[in-house]
T-cell receptor, first 109, second 115 residues
């Protein structure tokens, strides 16, 4: 069974820093990988979708990479802002969607 | 992209009662799912809502406890039956336009507290 792990579980950084969130998965036979943001008590907002044939996707200050062979993805956030504070989840798609446990990010003004 | 509306956004219920959560998508989608997210946890898939037929439930979830309807391509309901405090969670509706390669979208969630 696919297992998705996100490290670290929590991260606190000062405003303006660049940061990297990590996602690893055990089965490389995936169709795509998706990064989400979740604010407390709310639903998930899709940030980036990377198809299995792609290596990276970019949206604004966000850049996500995918290395299927090593079972890893990273989400890079440039010039972090307090509004980036949220929980970030990754999900991989095999025969169903498998979610990681999330990284709780706090950006300190 | 798809915009998903869920209601209620939150509710406080008494033990033993049932609550139905509605999910409306603004476009026709192939896949609709219901997830549960318990406090501090990641998402757990309850079931896949199938249009016009019985939902496909994951291990640990049964139709008697979580009946699901999906009468058309844009609407689904999840009922949490005979609630207990252990059912207190956020329930999330999600939808996608393709079985495996498409993007997954979520509603705002329904936060349920059972007293």
């Amino acid at each position: 069974k696919q297992e998705v792990t996100q490290i670290p579980a929590a991260l606190s950084v000062p405003e303006g820093e660049n940061l990297v969130l990590n996602c690893s998965f055990t089965d490389s036979a995936i169709y795509n990988l998706q990064w989400f943001r979740q604010d407390p008590g709310k639903g998930l907002t899709s940030l980036l979708l990377i198809q299995s044939s792609q290596r990276e996707q970019t949206s604004g200050r966000l850049n996500a990479s995918l290395d299927k062979s090593s079972g890893r993805s990273t989400l890079y956030i440039a010039a972090s802002q307090p509004g980036d504070s949220a929980t970030y989840l990754c999900a991989v798609t095999g025969n169903q969607f498998y979610f990681g446990t999330g990284t709780s990010l706090t950006v300190i003004p | 992209s798809a915009v998903i509306s869920q209601k209620p956004s939150r509710d406080i219920c008494q033990r033993g009662t049932s609550l139905t959560i509605q999910c409306q998508v603004d476009s026709q989608v192939t896949m609709m799912f219901w997830y549960r997210q318990q406090p501090g946890q990641s998402l757990t898939l309850i079931a896949t809502a199938n249009q016009g037929s019985e939902a496909t439930y994951e291990s640990g979830f049964v139709i008697d406890k979580f009946p699901i309807s999906r009468p058309n391509l844009t609407f689904s309901t999840l009922t949490v039956s005979n609630m207990s405090p252990e059912d207190s969670s956020i329930y999330l509706c999600s939808a996608g336009t393709a079985s495996n390669t498409g993007e997954l979208f979520f509603g705002e969630g329904s936060r349920l507290t059972v007293l």
